[in-house]
T-cell receptor, first 117, second 112 residues
């Protein structure tokens, strides 16, 4: 099956620094990638939808200047948490769509646990 | 608003037993997809089963099957012959205009 690689799996950073998370589709081209945030023992919250070559579409309440998303190629999307603060600590998951109809074939990365000190 | 409801926060059963996880959803759409995802302690999200709303036949994947009741907007997951490796969070999700709407999840514990 298709594989989505997400790195790093865990990152600890100081408050005020920026952190970049990468999401790669290893054996397929992903027109659309999604970024989620998951709080402990909670469901996934969609942060933004990323389309290759265009600006990401952010969900209501998600600060686009805080969470920078770049989808420069069909196999790579990055999420940069800028000027991280302790409240940004969370589990971030990306997913990539194999088809134009996003949810028919959706594959998830293994997630990144971000801890901001 | 379209919503997905999982009314069971946590369930536990003995190994080899059958367990059913409930999910209801609300939509005015006629064609859509429904999904069950599994998130084990590793936190990797894994697709368990998928149902297309226009198909009346319930989807089945080995020990996993669904009871899809379109009129009742119900989409329950049955796990037969449960195994220790089935211990995980299970999320029901609904595809709305190419975005997934997620239920709150059910924590399933399989006891040896």
């Amino acid at each position: 099956g298709a594989v989505v690689s997400q790195h790093p799996s865990r990152v600890i950073c100081k408050s005020g620094t920026s952190v970049k998370i990468e999401c790669r589709s290893l054996d397929f081209q992903a027109t659309t990638m999604f970024w989620y945030r998951q709080f402990p023992k909670k469901s996934l919250m969609l942060m933004a939808t990323s389309n290759e070559g265009s600006k990401a579409t952010y969900e209501q309440g998600v600060e686009k200047d805080k969470f920078l998303i770049n989808h420069a190629s069909l196999t790579l999307s990055t999420l940069t948490v800028t000027s991280a603060h302790p409240e940004d600590s969370s589990f971030y998951i990306c997913s990539a769509s194999l088809l134009q109809q996003a949810n028919e074939k959706l594959f998830f990365g293994s997630g990144t646990q971000l801890s901001v000190l | 608003a379209q919503t997905v409801t999982q009314s069971q926060p946590e369930m536990s059963v003995q190994e080899a037993e059958t367990v059913t996880l409930s999910c209801t959803y609300d939509t005015s759409e006629n064609n859509y997809y429904l999904f069950w995802y599994k998130q084990p302690p590793s936190r990797q999200m894994i697709l368990v089963i998928r149902q297309e709303a226009y198909k009346q036949q319930n989807a089945t994947e080995n020990r996993f099957s669904v009871n899809f009741q379109k009129a009742a907007k119900s989409f329950s997951l049955k796990i037969s012959d449960s195994q220790l490796g089935d211990t995980a969070m299970y999320f029901c999700a609904f595809d709305s205009n190419y975005q997934l709407i997620w239920g709150a999840g059910t924590k399933l514990i399989i006891k040896p």
